[in-house]
T-cell receptor
Framework: SQTIHQWPATLVQPVGSPLSLECTVEGTSNPNLYWYRQAAGRGLQLLFYSVGIGQISSEVPQNLSASRPQDRQFILSSKKLLLSDSGFYLC???????????FGSGTRLTVV | AQSVTQPDIHITVSEGASLELRCNYSYGATPYLFWYVQSPGQGLQLLLKYFSGDTLVQGIKGFEAEFKRSQSSFNLRKPSVHWSDAAEYFCAVGIRGKLIFGQGTELSVKP
């Protein structure tokens, strides 16, 4: 079974600072990878997904970007954080939909 | 556009009472259907999933869900709620490789 590692667990960053959140997957190869954001009191919004190395699809226009430098590594970045980037960020992986989707434990980002 | 609707934002039930959380989806075909649970500050845990076949699906922790094609619904049920079930519950649909979530239902359990 696949395991997802996300770090850090919590992060407090000033407005205008850069961001890099990392997600790594164990126990599988060539998974589809996803970044979700959960704003306070709201559901989960799909931000990016990737079907392979270097292949990134963006679901919503925003201040964030994603990269997949290796098969099991997915990175969420920003050059300059905004207050509205605060939220709970979750990485997910799936080999195929019928196998389900596995989620990491998330990163709580607070932009101050 | 595809969407997932959880009409109840917050539900409170007494411990030992039965529970039903509603979920409706809007999509041309039958998508893959999921229910996840999230404890405060934690990631998501899969409760159950439906792809095809028997429309009543059994999951972990005593949960079950019933798929009703005519109503485009996938409601989650539990016959007797425990205090540890207090959490946020998300319905999701898998469409073309992407998992789309509803807004979630927060469940509180009274002693």
């Amino acid at each position: 079974s696949q395991t997802i590692h996300q770090w850090p667990a919590t992060l407090v960053q000033p407005v205008g600072s850069p961001l890099s959140l990392e997600c790594t997957v164990e126990g599988t190869s060539n998974p589809n990878l996803y970044w979700y954001r959960q704003a306070a009191g709201r559901g989960l919004q799909l931000l990016f997904y990737s079907v392979g190395i270097g292949q990134i699809s963006s679901e919503v226009p925003q201040n964030l970007s994603a990269s997949r430098p290796q098969d099991r590594q997915f990175i969420l970045s920003s050059k300059k954080l905004l207050l509205s980037d605060s939220g709970f960020y979750l990485c997910a992986a799936s080999l195929r939909a019928s196998y389900g989707y596995t989620f990491g434990s998330g990163t709580r980002l607070t932009v101050v | 556009a595809q969407s997932v609707t959880q009409p109840d934002i917050h539900i409170t039930v007494s411990e030992g009472a039965s529970l039903e959380l509603r979920c409706n989806y809007s999509y041309g075909a039958t998508p893959y259907l999921f229910w996840y649970v999230q404890s405060p500050g934690q990631g998501l845990q899969l409760l159950l999933k439906y792809f095809s076949g028997d429309t009543l699906v059994q999951g972990i922790k005593g949960f079950e869900a019933e798929f009703k094609r005519s109503q485009s619904s996938f409601n989650l049920r539990k016959p007797s709620v425990h205090w540890s079930d207090a959490a946020e519950y998300f319905c999701a649909v898998g469409i073309r490789g992407k998992l789309i979530f509803g807004q979630g239902t927060e469940l509180s359990v009274k002693p």
